[in-house]
Structures are given as structure tokens and as C-alpha cells.
């Protein structure tokens, strides 16, 4: 099979394969999740120079940057969780590398998500989806697409007095496609894998809890989901290499068809 990668190659010079970005750009005025206050908070992005081609660094520019391991376009590993705290290799520097790539299905909730901002992904509209496009293939990446990318400022975490306004899975969906398909991971475009009322869901955070309880990846603050087909993608979502790290932030990018 060496001439699978011969092709690839072949293809990606000659423009037949593109990359999308599935990135947000590290900001300080991008959102992070706000829990509630009595609990410890993500930090943002934060920057400061180290140097400008002057006297601190006559010929060089560089800075350090500061920030959590959930600020961003991120990642979340198992260990993120109490239900994945014992796993083995749950943490994002002993992640295998082959979960990092891997075709990604793309389920559109975009229609819905603009009628209900607190619409909720059930294994009726998943099963709906596989009607039409197949069954999700083992081992796959699942993104639930809901536009939600194209929202900032206080819109993007859509706080209110009795807390977060945003779509996410329930807890059957999340099982079905863990345990009826045996996924390797779930993103979103939204602050977290779990809807903005996620806290009053059976279990809370059902994304979180069962994902990571099967030792299951997550990914959000993902961008340009629009760009990606339903199924034919390829995802490239490596972390940083963390030692015994929760989750890391990342370019996340896709291979398509051009
Ligand atoms: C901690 C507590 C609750 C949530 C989260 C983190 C996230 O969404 C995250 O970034 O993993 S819901
Ligand atoms: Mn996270």
C-alpha cells in the first residue's frame, strides 16, 4: 500500500486535496468558559514581548504567552474528567498519535441551532443523518456543526442569569455514538463538548462525563465547520505534548476534496 501516500502527495501538490482551518486565532478577547463562582476559572490568552529588534534583543522579536489548557480552539483528554481520572494513557502527552488523525463525519445542526439556541443533538437526528450519509465509521471523529463559530463577543458564551445559552448532545446521543459506533472523539463550536445548561443534565455534563469515562477525546472552540463535507474529511488535530496535561490548545485543520 505505499503508493497510498504517493497519491497524497501527488494530490496535495497538485491541488487536489485542500486544508481547512478549523482554528479560532488565540486572542485575549476570545471567550472562555465561565463557571460558576465558586469553582476556579480558565484563564485567557495572554502575551507579553520578550524582545523587539531592540535593546532587550537587538536582532530578535519573540514573546511568552500564558494561558489555560482549555483556552481556544482545544482539546480536552479523558484525565480532564473524574470519570476518566484512572484511565491509562488519558493524558494529552500519552495520547496514541493515531487518534489525532482520522476522518471526521460532520452532523449539521446549523437550521435547528438558529431556531433554538439551546437545541439539543438526540440520537434520532443522528440516526436521521446516517439515513442519508451511512452509518458513522468506527473509530471516527464526530463534529456537531452548529454556526455557532460565526458568534462573539458575549453572543459566543450567551450568559444569562441562570447561566450559559448553547447547543450540545444529551446523554443517550453521546452514548450512541460511543457505544453503537465506537467514535474516537466529539467536537463543537461552542465553549465546551457539553450544551451551555449541560450543569442540569442526567448525568451533569454528559458529554464530558461519558466521553471521557471511555477514555473519548473532545474538541471546541472549533471554527469554519461549514467548510467540511458530511463524511470524506480528514482531521489533523494534534495537542501540545503536555506532561500529564487535561487538554491543550491546537491548530486544528482538515484535509478535503478540492
Ligand atoms: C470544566 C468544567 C465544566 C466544563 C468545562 C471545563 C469545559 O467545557 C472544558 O473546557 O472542558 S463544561
Ligand atoms: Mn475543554
Same mark, same amino acid.
Given at each position: 500500500m505505499t503508493e497510498v501516500l504517493q497519491n497524497l502527495g501527488a494530490d496535495l501538490l497538485a491541488g487536489n486535496v485542500k486544508t481547512v482551518d478549523l482554528t479560532h486565532t488565540l486572542d485575549p478577547d476570545f471567550p472562555v468558559i465561565v463557571l460558576p463562582v465558586e469553582f476556579g476559572q480558565c484563564a485567557r490568552f495572554r502575551v507579553e514581548e520578550v524582545s523587539r529588534y531592540d535593546e532587550r534583543g537587538p536582532a530578535w522579536y519573540w514573546r511568552n504567552f500564558t494561558c489555560g489548557?482549555?483556552?481556544?480552539t482545544h482539546f480536552d483528554a479523558p484525565i480532564h474528567w473524574i470519570s476518566g481520572? #484512572?484511565?491509562?494513557?488519558?493524558t494529552v502527552d500519552t495520547v496514541?498519535?493515531? =487518534?489525532?488523525?482520522r476522518p471526521v463525519c460532520v452532523i449539521d445542526c446549523s437550521s435547528e441551532v438558529a431556531k433554538d439556541e439551546d437545541y439539543i443533538l438526540t440520537v434520532d437526528f443522528i440516526q436521521a443523518w446516517e439515513k442519508e450519509h451511512g452509518d458513522i465509521p468506527e473509530g471516527s471523529w464526530v463534529f456537531m456543526r452548529? #454556526?455557532?463559530?460565526?458568534k462573539s463577543g =458575549? #453572543?459566543?458564551?450567551?450568559?444569562?442569569e441562570d447561566g450559559a445559552h448553547s447547543p450540545g448532545p444529551d446523554a443517550d446521543a453521546v452514548n450512541y455514538l460511543i457505544h453503537e459506533r465506537n467514535i474516537i472523539g466529539f467536537g463543537t463550536e461552542t465553549v465546551g463538548t457539553d450544551a451551555g445548561q449541560a450543569a442540569h443534565f442526567e448525568p451533569p455534563y454528559p458529554a464530558h462525563y461519558h466521553l471521557h469515562g471511555n477514555n473519548r477525546y473532545g474538541l471546541q472552540c472549533l471554527n469554519n465547520l461549514d467548510q467540511l463535507p458530511p463524511t470524506g474529511a480528514i482531521l489533523i488535530c494534534p495537542p501540545l505534548k503536555i506532561k500529564h496535561g487535561s487538554g491543550s490548545p491546537l491548530r486544528v485543520m482538515a484535509l478535503v476534496n478540492a
Open positions: 489548557e482549555h483556552t481556544g481520572k #484512572d484511565l491509562p494513557d488519558a496514541p498519535t493515531s =487518534a489525532f488523525v452548529t #454556526d455557532w463559530s460565526k =458575549a #453572543d459566543y458564551l450567551n450568559l444569562r
